[in-house]
């Protein structure tokens, strides 16, 4: 056995043949960003009125619309580079991680820090990250048609010759180690970065939905304005001031903030979710999250802390307790049965615990045998066998361990029985037992399949891996989010029952792998739509489960790890990869990688998921409903002559600079609802701007345009001239769209509940707002610029109580809301 490297010397090699990647650049294209920011409509009609006052001499107005078009497209720039830098760190985190024995140990690295000279372990579902020499093999089979096209599997024995393997090669089936020769640009292909695409980036259905809206919404904006412009000339017989109010009127009906705020929600929700251990690599899982109803989860390691330990031995009899120093002769026995059985150097974590307990009872450390043959674990037939040859005799001594009823087959023991008995036993009390068998044969005559050997059964190794102590909560939190949990594990029915009862999870019916084999379809249906453990499951049932489970309605959210999970995994609406123990293949097919491998991270995500969709949603609600007053007040002048106009396309620019960062910053940044986990999950079928959310949107944006236009009407009544009625009418407006900011920033909390608890981030933009509003209002040469003539204090009465019958009107809707179910169910 290779040691490897040591720590020294593979970070002399890193510096001198640098990191095994493709020289990829990661980071975006500023030019293109840039292009693709200055495409957008509303910066095209901005640059238009800016040029068109320019044009017929308002030089100053027009300079500042020029400006405000730069400082707009400045910071949507800004938000998208940031976007973008964000998926490149979520890609570097998302890059394959590969197995290396260095200084004698394993160690998962990932495998841009692979070197030449490093010694991988290679395994059954393992994406090859660099050319590399093989140094031995047991039944190795590799996927080879990234390099030939090819699909049937190969086989390399380093007998027959065949004893290169290459990056980008999958692992179909065995096991083997091999020594780095070449990598990143040096190895055949390059680097295994070109053949992993970490971060989808196809339209999830959330951007198909937003598509639709804002087409229709671009549509009606473009006609709407055709229209204005044509009566606004028959009715005033100024063409200019036709067409700038045209153009008013689009930029107050584009929804430009749409795409640009979902975009930043989803990057950033990305990123908060990697913060939960949870690494996004397709944008419509975060979608889904809130909607999931079944989470099927993994035992060992997910639900339990993966610290296999070997807790006793038994004969069938008696038990053998590892406590004391000196063990019987039939425990060492057993004890050497066992690690016989087990291949040094793995990161399988039984294989570890029994190799610590054999070797910490050896007076002298000996060299390690190594076997003449192996038969690798079998997902099918769950167990492993090795052979050793005697040094004494021309015979083969055989080792096996394994599931103890796929032992009790080969061996046909005759107290079987009795041995069911203690391993159900045993199983109560959560223990994982391994059957164990020994054949003796002559070298000569080595059979290649198990049934040829003569085994006898001589006992059980019991392990003890103690439940995640987080996971009782994070179990009582899923089950009160409505979503049930499902444990899928190979594990003994009667161990997986102890597991589930210790990590708080509900009650109910218990199905076999066999069971899952042997019933017909309408028999297991709806026994499937009912049962909370699988257990003795073979990686491909789950396939079976997920589909039977999505056919009964349910949203699944499925985890796995290895190679044969991977259909499961792209099957399942929500497919989790293991980030520390599971396969690239099982990583390549998730939508999501768990990064810790733990229950409540998967909780913790739900979390999340659940409330980037509120806050999004929150956002949108908001930039639908304070659109409504914009395009009101831009209209009704065009249609009413008598109505001096309200809106210019400087005002509508300043309301952009608030409702664009608003968005972006404090609506992504809110906390979640505290009755998050406590509602039933939202349905898949319900879109997400379904009736409810738009009619919402339409009452308080109404609402806000009727408090506008009463100040307006007011002051017109008042007879206040039209630069006047338009500072008081402007007033209302800003202070009314601040309320309606903090209001929708929690469904839970009323007004001034919220306002306490305001964030810096939203606190910080709505006083900047109301600062750089009030200086316009009271500065002579800003007022000019924006139409405005200040009237005397005592007329500003009106507006704080318009407002605060505008709070009360919304705080109304949002209370009803709240007493006719929840919002988001």
């Not at 500042?64 to 998208?80: D, P």
């Not at 599997?153 to 290169?164: F, R, T, Y």
């Not at 293949?585 to 969709?613: K, N, P, Q, T, Y």
């Amino acid at each position: 056995m290779k040691e490897g490297l040591s720590r020294q010397e593979a970070a002399e090699r890193l510096l001198k043949y640098g990191y095994n990647e493709w020289n990829i650049d990661r980071s975006p294209n500023i030019w293109q960003t840039l292009k693709e920011v200055m495409g957008e409509p509303m910066f095209l009609l901005l640059l238009a009125c800016g040029i068109l006052y320019v044009i017929i001499g308002d030089y100053r107005e027009g300079a500042i619309l020029l400006a405000a078009f730069s400082v707009i497209m400045g910071i949507t720039f800004l938000q998208t580079l940031k976007t973008r830098k964000t998926l490149d760190a979520l890609k570097a985190l998302s890059a394959p991680r590969v197995l290396v024995r260095r200084e004698g140990n394993a160690y998962r690295i990932p495998s841009r820090e692979l070197v030449p000279g490093d010694v991988m372990l290679l395994s059954e579902g393992d994406r090859i990250s660099a050319d590399a020499l093989l140094v031995s093999a047991v039944q190795l089979t590799l996927d080879e048609s990234v390099l030939t096209g090819e699909s049937v599997p190969v086989h390399k024995s380093i007998q027959q010759g065949e004893n290169m393997v290459y990056a980008g090669t999958l692992v179909v089936k065995g096991s083997a180690e091999a020594e780095v020769q070449k990598t990143a640009g040096s190895s055949e292909v390059g680097g295994i970065a070109l053949s992993l695409e970490s971060i989808k980036t196809s339209a999830t259905p959330l951007h198909h939905e937003l598509k639709k809206l804002t087409g229709r919404l671009a549509t009606a904006g473009v006609l709407i304005s055709v229209a204005v412009i044509v009566f606004f000339y028959i009715t005033r017989k100024d063409l200019v001031q036709a067409v700038l109010t045209g153009l008013s009127s689009a930029m107050a009906i584009m929804p430009e903030e749409f795409p640009v705020v979902l975009t930043v929600f989803m990057a950033l929700g990305a990123w908060r979710l990697s913060s939960k251990q949870v690494l996004t690599r397709s944008p419509s899982a975060i979608e889904t999250l809130g909607s999931a109803t079944v989470l099927c989860t993994d035992k060992t390691g997910t639900l339990t802390q993966n610290r296999m330990t070997l807790a006793h031995l038994s004969d069938g009899m008696k038990l053998y307790g590892l406590s004391q120093f000196a063990l019987p002769d039939t425990a060492m026995k057993l004890l050497k049965a066992a690690a016989m059985a087990c291949r040094e150097g793995t990161a399988d974590p039984i294989d570890n615990a029994v190799l610590r307990e054999w070797q910490s009872r050896q007076d002298v450390q000996e060299s390690a045998v190594e076997p003449i043959w192996e038969m690798p674990l079998d997902t099918e037939k769950m167990f492993m066998a090795m052979a050793y040859k005697d040094p004494d005799s021309d015979y083969v001594e055989v080792f096996c361990k394994g599931a103890p009823e796929a032992v009790f087959y080969l061996c046909r023991p005759e107290n079987e029985i009795e041995l069911n008995e203690h391993l159900q036993q045993q199983a109560r009390e959560g223990y994982r037992l391994l059957g164990m068998a020994t054949a003796r044969i002559e070298g000569r005559s080595l059979p290649l399949n198990m049934a040829d050997f003569s085994f006898s059964f001589i006992g059980f190794a019991a392990f003890y891996d103690p439940v995640r102590p987080e996971v009782p909560d994070a179990m009582k939190a899923c089950v009160m989010a409505g979503i049930r949990p499902v444990m899928i594990t190979g594990d003994y029915p009667v161990t997986a029952a102890s597991i589930a009862q210790q990590a708080g999870m509900p009650t109910g019916e218990i199905i076999t792998g066999e069971e899952l084999q042997a019933l017909p379809p309408e028999v297991l249906q709806p026994r499937i739509k009912k049962a909370v453990i699988f257990a003795r499951v073979t990686p491909m049932q789950k396939l079976t489960i997920v589909n039977s489970l999505k056919q009964s309605g349910e949203v699944v959210i499925m985890t796995g790890d290895g190679v044969n999970d991977a259909p499961a995994l792209k099957a399942a609406d929500i497919g989790i990869a293991m980030g520390n123990r599971g396969t690239d293949v099982a990583r390549e097919a998730a939508s999501l990688v768990l990064l810790d491998d733990h229950f409540a991270s998967i909780v913790a995500g739900i979390r999340m998921g659940r409330r980037i969709f509120d806050n999004l949603q929150k956002a949108m609600v908001f930039i639908f409903a304070v659109h409504i007053p914009i395009i009101g007040l831009t209209l009704l002048p065009a249609f009413f002559p008598s109505l001096p106009i309200l809106l210019m396309p400087i005002h509508i620019v300043f309301l952009e600079l608030i409702i664009d960062p608003v968005c972006a910053i404090a609506f992504e940044s809110e906390a979640e609802e505290p009755d998050i986990m406590k509602r039933p999950p939202r349905r898949l079928t319900q879109g997400f701007f379904s009736g409810r959310e738009m009619g919402y949107a339409i009452l308080k944006g109404f609402a806000l345009l009727g408090i506008v236009l009463f100040i307006y009407l007011f002051g017109q009544a008042e007879g206040h001239s039209a630069g006047e009625v338009r500072v008081l009418a402007f007033s209302t407006m800003i202070l009314g769209m601040n309320i309606l900011i903090v209001s929708g920033l929690s469904e839970s909390r009323n007004f001034f509940r919220e306002l306490i608890a305001l964030g810096l981030a939203p606190a910080l933009i709505l006083s900047a707002s109301l600062l750089v509003f009030s200086a316009i209002v009271f500065s002579p040469s800003l007022q000019s610029l924006f139409g405005f003539e200040l009237p005397a204090i005592r007329n500003f009465i009106p507006i704080p109580i318009a407002a605060l019958l505008f709070l009360g009107l919304i705080e109304s809707f949002k209370t009803l809301r709240r007493y006719r179910g929840n919002p988001y169910a």
